[in-house]
């Protein structure tokens, strides 16, 4: 069984601590067995690649690294703040993630 991460891919996220502190971006990947994410624009690394297709040139390329998922918040949409998540269950039984601010729901298909 994978351990649980409590942001998903697309999210927006805030980062809480390191390097990156105070940045917002999009979740691109979710590494549940890592307990890490990629972020867009955060925690960016060069990598020395050799000529290919893709990289007809070669050189060094930035790329994102992966960031631990305890570092990241994420941003409501309903009232815009960096929060922690709660879980919430609808009347019809759903479970969901919800702000821990406002209540306001974290998933986007409702």
């Keep these: 069984m994978q351990p ?3 942001v998903r891919k697309g999210d927006t996220v805030w980062v809480a601590s390191g ?3 105070g940045r917002v971006g999009k979740v691109k990947a979710v590494l549940p067995r890592k307990q ?3 972020v867009e624009g955060i925690n960016l690394v060069k990598k ?6 893709k990289h007809p040139q070669g050189g060094f390329v930035e790329q994102e ?7 990241v918040r994420p941003v409501c949409p309903a009232c815009g703040k960096p929060t922690r ?3 919430k ?11 821990a601010k406002c209540g306001g ?3 986007r298909e409702e």
Excluded: M, N, Q, T
């Design 65 to 71: 690294a992966p960031l631990h998922a305890s570092k």
């Design 89 to 99: 269950f609808l009347e019809d039984g759903r479970k969901i993630r919800a702000c």
């Design 4 to 6: 649980k991460v409590h």
């Design 19 to 21: 390097k990156y502190k």
């Design 105 to 107: 729901s974290l998933d």
């Design 85 to 87: 998540v709660r879980k």
């Design 48 to 53: 020395a690649v050799r000529p290919s297709p």
């Design 36 to 38: 890490a994410v990629i």
